[in-house]
């Protein structure tokens, strides 16, 4: 299985500032189709997961764009510019070049 | 508007079965592929099974293989798990998501199951 490892952010994290989530692949997501099968999702506390990026970097439909998504074949970064109180959460990270993994997530807090 | 809708939830003993229904609309059902994935109190989100938009591939966590089974009803635009051999580690969230091109865009708001004497 491909293990996804997420850091951790500087919690909490002051209303406005930026804040970037890492997210590290054991084996890389490039599929020889040119796209990278890492996404993103942010879990709203009692919420169900919602799509923020898919494929590394294009953003879910009513995504806001203070939410951009990076990376190489293995190391990606969900990027949250200004953040704001709904963007308070757990965030994961998750690939589907193989059989569906996600990280074990990334608690975002707001100060 | 996309919904997705689980039920057949509950508390069981170890060892007994359930099966979980997850009802859908506001999509043609038969043209995407479904998913259940699963999220144990308190932990992250655990993968546990896929079949595709006609049922010709089916896929499973190895650590829900030949115990649980997914399958789906297109008439009835419901998606299924059949969970069997239930164990305490099976004790979770357990959400219905469709998947389009390999990312998952809907999910249902989850069905609890609890495992337990």
């Known amino acids: 299985d491909i293990v996804m490892t997420q850091g951790a952010l500087p919690n909490p994290v002051p209303s406005g500032e930026s804040a970037s989530i890492t997210c590290q692949s054991s084996?890389?997501?490039?599929?020889?189709?040119?796209?990278?099968?890492l996404n993103w999702y942010l879990q709203r506390p009692g919420q169900s997961p919602q799509l923020l990026i898919y494929?590394?970097?294009t953003r879910a439909s009513g995504v806001s764009d203070r939410f951009s998504g990076s990376g190489s074949g293995t190391d990606f970064t969900l990027k949250i510019s200004s953040v704001e109180a709904e963007d308070v959460g757990v965030y994961y990270c998750?690939?589907?070049?193989?059989?569906?993994?996600f990280g074990a997530g990334t608690k975002l807090e707001l100060k | 508007e996309v919904q997705l809708v689980e039920s057949g939830g509950g508390l069981v003993q170890p060892g007994r079965s359930l099966k979980l229904s997850c009802l859908a609309s506001g999509f043609t059902f038969s043209n995407y592929g479904m998913n259940w994935i699963r999220q144990a109190p308190g932990k992250g989100l655990e993968w546990v099974a896929s079949i595709s938009s006609s049922s010709s591939y089916i896929y499973y966590a190895d650590t829900v293989k030949g115990r649980f089974t997914i399958s789906r009803d297109n008439a009835k635009n419901t998606l299924y798990l059949q969970m069997t051999s239930l164990r305490s580690e099976d004790t979770a969230l357990y959400y219905c998501?469709?998947?389009?091109?390999?990312?998952?865009?809907?999910w249902g708001q989850g069905v609890m199951v609890t495992v337990s004497s």
């Open positions: 998501a469709r998947h389009e091109l390999r990312y998952f865009d809907y």
């Open positions: 494929w590394m970097s």
């Open positions: 084996k890389s997501l490039l599929h020889s189709n040119g796209k990278t099968y």
């Open positions: 998750q690939q589907f070049l193989e059989y569906p993994t």
